[in-house]
């Protein structure tokens, strides 16, 4: 069982809102990542962090913002939410080994977010 | 463009069968193939991880098998149980970053009836 945590799992909330999506690691890995999900969809990489004052954007433009003061904390936000918001958010981290970057990815449970 | 594809979509199999998912990739240049286990609403969990010198790989009930050559991929489930019902993800890594961009397929959806 991977040491990710994300929270709240479950998130309603309306249009306009701030909200912020928490991702906690404890295995001490310097990568970290977010992802967005849609039902029946594959996953999409909307940011990334290789360790602590790094962040990157992802493959799929997000309008969200990501931080990474701390090793183990990743959290997300959105300034204002919208409907087009309403996703699974899946945050994930690794730590690389060796040249092949086999780099296991370990991800959280996941925040299910509805937009009204 | 760096794609990849599994079949089929959806699989209903009963309680004690086999069945084998499919993978099709066009990612290059390969650096690894892994398969995730991803129940309703949970994080998708790792099953295997094969690099391009790997042709099959095991984890309990669960086999992958990958041809680089063609770039296919194929996991297998033994006897199956009502806990293999999820969605089975086939993802691919790219050597051509380092961050090793991870390319995710649609997953095909097992359920395992009684």
């Known amino acids: 069982e991977a040491d990710i945590y994300q929270t709240p799992r479950y998130l309603v909330i309306g249009t306009g809102k701030k909200i912020t999506l928490e991702c906690s690691q404890t295995?001490?890995?310097?990568?970290m990542y977010w992802y967005q999900q849609d039902p029946g969809m594959e996953l999409h990489l909307i940011h990334y962090s290789y360790g602590v004052n790094s962040t990157e954007k992802g493959d799929l433009s997000s309008e969200s913002t990501v931080s990474r003061i701390r090793t183990e904390h990743f959290p997300l936000t959105l300034e204002s939410a919208r409907p087009s918001h309403t996703s699974q958010y899946l945050c994930a981290s690794s730590e690389s080994k060796g040249q092949e970057k086999t780099y296991e990815q370990y991800f959280g449970p996941g925040t299910r977010l509805t937009v009204t | 463009k760096n794609q990849v594809e599994q079949s089929p979509q959806s699989l209903i199999i009963l309680e004690g069968k086999n069945c084998t998912l499919q993978c099709n990739y066009t990612v290059s240049p390969f650096s690894n193939l892994r398969w995730y286990k991803q129940d309703t609403g949970r994080g998708p969990v790792s099953l295997t991880i094969?690099?391009?010198?790997?042709n099959t790989k095991s984890n309990g009930r669960y086999t992958a098998t990958l041809d680089a050559d063609t770039k296919q991929s194929s996991l297998h489930i033994t006897a199956s149980q009502l806990s293999d019902s999820a969605s089975y993800i086939c993802v691919v890594s790219d050597r051509g970053s380092t961050l090793g961009r991870l390319y995710f397929g649609r997953g095909t959806q097992l359920t395992v009836w009684p």
């Open positions: 094969m690099t391009f010198s790997e």
């Open positions: 295995m001490g890995h310097d990568k």
